[in-house]
């Protein structure tokens, strides 16, 4: 079994920054290099956007929407998975959850149901 939990969400003005950090315990250990996971954002009840990830290691290319803006990192000894937010816009506002699965990406990894384990989210509000 894999908990993951997210922190850092909050309030910020158009033009600011934000980090959001996720950690992950149990049965998972970065340091293998084996596990894919991604950050997904999501508004009400519409589907999960994907907006970022990593796969055993190596950063995947992020969401259209997100790039030069957003970043994602992993910090291995702790288990925990960051994605900096600079320069967030108000369509950034939602909720904000990290996925993981076990086992390096597929081509399916941009879908939210490609992964098994899930945090509760954070919530991001952007105002201009």
């Known amino acids: 079994q894999v908990h993951l939990e997210e922190s850092g969400g909050g309030s910020v003005e158009s033009g600011g920054s934000l980090r959001l950090s996720c950690a992950a315990s149990?049965?998972?250990?970065?340091?293998?290099?084996?596990?894919?996971v991604g950050w997904f954002r999501q508004v009400q009840e519409n589907a999960r956007e994907w907006v970022a990830g990593i796969d055993g290691g190596s950063t995947l290319y992020p969401s259209a929407s997100v790039m030069g803006r957003f970043t994602i990192a992993q910090e291995n000894i702790r288990n925990t998975l960051f994605l900096q937010m600079n320069s967030p816009k108000p369509e950034d506002t939602g909720t904000y959850f990290c996925?993981?699965?076990?086992?390096?990406?597929?081509?399916?990894?941009?879908?939210?149901?490609?992964?098994?384990?899930w945090g509760l989210g954070t919530q991001v509000t952007v105002s201009s």
């Open positions: 149990g049965d998972v250990y970065m340091s293998t290099r084996n596990y894919c």
């Open positions: 996925a993981l699965q076990s086992g390096r990406c597929d081509s399916n990894y941009r879908s939210a149901n490609a992964y098994v384990y």
